[in-house]
Nanobody, 123 residues
Framework: QVQLVESGGGLVQAGGSLRLTCAAS????????MGWFRQAPGKEREFVAA????????DKANFVKGRFTISRDNAKNTVYLQMNALTPEDTAVYYCAARRGSNLYSRLQYDYWGQGTQVTVSS
């Protein structure tokens, strides 16, 4: 198994930036596709972004529109989500997730989840 812990959330004004970090333990991340999801109050969980095993390819939701960047450092067992130009619509709990295998585009199939970190964007 792999354990995932998110950090870096907080309160930020509209137009600001945050960098979320996902730290993994228990297994090396080099064999896992890594993704970020979010869930706002009263809404279902939605996909944000994913990154391939090597970090060379990414898959992003349409609402990102170039504002978010997902990256990974397998040597540090760490995944990042850099979020810029934040809006109140980005307010949600953000979750890190891991999936065994190499298929980048299986958005609904993840095996392990972190506890989430709260991101709140004020207007």
């Amino acid at each position: 198994q792999v354990q995932l812990v998110e950090s870096g959330g907080g309160l930020v004004q509209a137009g600001g930036s945050l960098r979320l970090t996902c730290a993994a333990s228990g297994r090396p991340l080099s064999t896992y596709v890594m993704g970020w999801f979010r869930q706002a109050p009263g809404k279902e969980r939605e996909f944000v972004a994913a990154v391939s095993l090597s970090g060379s390819t990414t898959d992003k939701a349409n609402f990102v529109k170039g504002r978010f960047t997902i990256s990974r450092d397998n040597a540090k067992n760490t995944v990042y989500l850099q979020m810029n130009a934040l809006t109140p619509e980005d307010t949600a709990v953000y979750y890190c997730a891991a999936r065994r295998g190499s298929n980048l585009y299986s958005r609904l199939q993840y095996d392990y989840w972190g506890q989430g970190t709260q991101v709140t964007v004020s207007s």
